[in-house]
Every structure is written in structure tokens, then in C-alpha cells.
Nanobody, 122 residues
Framework: QVQVVESGGGLVQAGGSLRLSCAAS????????MGWYRQVPGEQRDLVAT???????KYGDSVKGRFTISRDNANNTVYLQMSRLKFEDTAVYYC????????????????WGQGTQVTVSS
């Protein structure tokens, strides 16, 4: 089993910054893709950013140029640095990790964190 624990959410004024962290632990041979998604009540969960083990990144259009994703492979941790926050960034942010559980496993599993609330006041 794999545990995914997020931290760093909170309340911030528009224009401010916030940093989210997410650590994966448990039965892990290798963490492949890590990422962040966000969801507003009543809407679908949307991509914020992902990063591969090799450092390739992908961002949602609404956060390009404002958010930066990074990871610490040694500690199976991913970060999301959010800058120039806007009211519309308010959402629950979920961490997603894609894990290979052992060297002999032939497929990956994905796991989600419990979510952390980010609220941007206008």
C-alpha cells in the first residue's frame, strides 16, 4: 500500500504565493509521474501540473507562467510553488502519484492524496 500526504494549503490574498508539498511512502519501487490536480465543488477535477521522474513537466493552461512543479526523487516528494494567485485558483488541490510497487511488477498504480484546500481572497 502507498500513502500520499499533502500539506501547505491555506488562505492567501490574491497576488500572493503558496507552496504545496506531497510525500509518497509505503510499498514503492519507483515513483513515475507525480502531479497536482484541483477541483471545485460541482465541477470536474482538472490538471494543474505533472512531472515525470526525468523532470518533464506539463501545466494546465490557466496556471502556466504562475505555478512551478518540482520534485525530490530521493524522498518521493513533489512540490507546487504557486505565485500570483487569483481568486479562481481557489479549490481543493489533490496530489497524484503513479507508482511501480516492485521491480518485477509489470504495471503501475496511481494513488491520490486526501486533498488540501487553497483559498484565495479577492
Amino acid at each position: 500500500q502507498v500513502q500520499v500526504v499533502e500539506s501547505g494549503g491555506g488562505l492567501v490574498q490574491a497576488g500572493g504565493s503558496l507552496r504545496l508539498s506531497c510525500a509518497a511512502s509505503g510499498s514503492i519501487f519507483r515513483v513515475n509521474r507525480m502531479g497536482w490536480y484541483r477541483q471545485v465543488p460541482g465541477e470536474q477535477r482538472d490538471l494543474v501540473a505533472t512531472i515525470t521522474s526525468g523532470g518533464d513537466t506539463k501545466y494546465g493552461d490557466s496556471v502556466k507562467g504562475r505555478f512551478t512543479i518540482s520534485r525530490d526523487n530521493a524522498n518521493n516528494t513533489v512540490y507546487l510553488q504557486m505565485s500570483r494567485l487569483k481568486f479562481e485558483d481557489t479549490a481543493v488541490y489533490y496530489c497524484n502519484v503513479v507508482v511501480r510497487s516492485s521491480s518485477w511488477a509489470t504495471f503501475d498504480y496511481q494513488y491520490w492524496g486526501q486533498g488540501t484546500q487553497v483559498t484565495v481572497s479577492s
